[in-house]
């Protein structure tokens, strides 16, 4: 019986996962090549087994982009029978990528997404460069394709928003504007009447190139939340207007009002709150 508990005691150690070199690479993840896709069309398709080894750059694959923040892009992998496969969903994974240049281009996220594989391209300025994306897996890649030519075009599209201007549709006149929530500035107030409503307000938002912009819907979608619906609610949204609401006024009183950018069903932007008297 004793010597059955030494011989286990001695084999059993030499079973475990940090030194089985198989069950260390059980949760990497094997792909061979990649797709970019914008809204369903292939704008990228990077498949490992056309480049010979001792190719150093994707020139089979090049990334055309404009300035600014360029249209919402997701992934696919090629697994090594060549099959296309969705990315891993492990919490140890994530999205990135290596810029030759990084003052030509850099890869941008909502707010609580970054590392995700749905993602932007910002084009920073006009050039050239390569770019190598990356499956990031705790400290090591566990996929990465060669350098891919990147051509950032003269076409200067919108960049991140950094406030939001709310004009009266009717009149095109501008009520107020306010920044981005973290820097609590705002510009005007907004006023209605007990039992009447507002014309409808428009909400545009803008960059720090003072590029106004409406986001893509879906997946953006304006949500404004008022502090008091006792006071003020919001009401006149419709399908057909996405960026639009109106005001209506409940009671005599003082409430603000809060704009958010939302992106897929979650908050992505938050406006600092305007105030809203009722009379």
Not at 7 to 20: H, K, L, R
Not at 110 to 136: A, I, M, N, Q
Not at 166 to 186: F, H, P, Q, R, V
């Amino acid at each position: 019986m004793s010597l059955f508990l030494i011989t286990f005691m001695i084999i059993g150690p030499s079973c475990s996962d940090d030194d089985d070199p198989v069950s260390s690479q059980a949760n990497h993840f094997d792909a061979i090549g990649m797709q970019i896709l914008q809204s369903g069309v292939v704008i990228l398709d990077y498949y490992g087994p056309n480049y010979g080894a001792g190719d150093d750059i994707a020139d089979l694959d090049t990334l055309s982009a404009s300035q600014g923040l360029n249209p919402h892009w997701n992934t696919k992998f090629y697994d090594e029978d060549g099959e296309l496969i969705d990315p891993p969903t492990d919490d140890d994974k994530s999205f990135g990528a290596e810029f030759a240049d990084t003052s030509i281009a850099e890869l941008w996220w909502h707010e609580g997404e970054d590392g995700t594989y749905e993602f932007h391209l910002r084009g920073k300025k006009e050039g050239y460069t390569t770019v190598e994306f990356k499956v990031l897996h705790v400290d090591h890649a566990d996929f990465t394709t060669l350098p891919i030519p990147l051509v950032i075009g003269d076409e200067v599209l919108h960049d991140a928003p950094i406030g939001a201007r709310l004009y009266d549709e009717e009149s095109g006149n501008l009520l107020t504007t306010a920044w981005i929530a973290d820097s609590s500035k705002i510009e005007g107030s907004l006023t209605v009447s007990v039992g009447t409503s507002t014309d409808h307000i428009e909400a545009i938002f803008f960059d720090e190139n003072d590029t106004e912009f409406w986001p893509e819907v879906p997946p953006h979608s304006l949500v404004v939340e008022s502090s008091d619906e006792d006071v003020v609610t919001i009401t006149g949204q419709e399908e057909n207007e996405p960026w639009a609401f109106k005001l209506t006024g409940v009671s005599e009183g003082t409430a603000t009002i809060t704009v958010y950018i939302y992106h897929d069903g979650s908050v992505g932007k938050t406006f600092t709150a305007i105030p809203v008297t009722v009379d």
